[in-house]
């Protein structure tokens, strides 16, 4: 397995509701919303995005994550009149992270919802919420592949927290260890528990354009600074 040492999940793999956010402006429109590939400098702020179409964007932010990392990040951002330059507004974490092997302490996730899914740049995206008061949770996700399908479980870990208010987090499951065994139009499979207490599953297919985005994923990270 190829693992991509520049890809960080803030803080720690799988942390869920401590995301760090940026607020410099209000955003005024035309603005984007979507999940990017974040570049830091040397000292640590965030100095090129590229989104899931292979653009990329030079930009300057105050907030200082770790030093010539890629992070990957819900960004709120317009682009400038130069195209080549963007501004932004917010940013938000997103729990990037290989999917792990079954293991028994797996067995007995807490619930989520899981309000979209999509596949785009070589990634599943997810947006989830889940119930809680104020313990940090762990959500991540099983792989639960074989050599004849792509499958994942979601776990969630609350920490033993009250099921109090509604937070939400971001999702990024990269699919490049997983090029051999999708073909075009194969689907993806998701599963989880939700609020009800009963087996959730998406069926969600890799599309024609998956091999060109899987490439430009493996190449964005491959070129970014170590």
């Known amino acids: 397995m190829r693992r991509k040492q520049s890809l960080i999940a803030s803080a720690a793999i799988g942390l869920v509701l401590a995301f760090s956010s940026c607020s410099r402006q209000e955003p005024v429109a035309p603005y984007i919303s979507e999940f990017v590939n974040a570049y830091t400098d040397p000292n640590g702020y965030i100095c090129v995005i590229g989104n899931d179409r ?7 932010d105050t907030v200082r994550l770790l030093p010539d990392t890629v992070f990957r990040r819900l960004m709120v951002y317009a682009v400038n009149a130069d195209s080549s330059s963007a501004t932004i507004f917010s940013h938000y974490n997103v729990i990037a992270s290989l999917p792990e092997r079954p293991s028994p302490a797996d067995k007995c996730s807490d619930p989520v919802s899981v309000r979209s899914v999509w596949i785009s740049g070589g990634w599943m995206n997810l947006t989830i919420e889940v119930k809680a008061l104020d313990k940090k949770h762990r ?4 792989d639960q592949s074989d050599s004849t399908k792509v499958a994942f479980l979601i776990y969630h ?39 009800e207490n009963d087996t959730v599953k ?25």
Not at 157 to 179: C, Q, V, W
Not at 204 to 226: M, T
Request: aromatic fraction near 14%; avoid cysteine; hydrophobic fraction near 30%.
């Open 139 to 142: 959500i991540y996700a099983i």
């Open 157 to 195: 870990d609350e920490n033993g927290d009250i099921r109090s208010h509604t937070k939400k987090a971001y999702m990024s499951i990269p699919l490049d260890y997983y090029f051999e065994t999708l073909s075009v139009n194969d689907t993806v499979s998701l599963s989880y528990i939700n609020y």
């Open 54 to 60: 292979g653009k990329r964007f030079m930009t300057s």
């Open 202 to 226: 998406y069926q969600i297919k890799s599309g024609p354009v998956r091999k060109d985005e899987i490439k430009r994923a493996l190449q964005e990270f491959s070129s970014a600074p170590q």
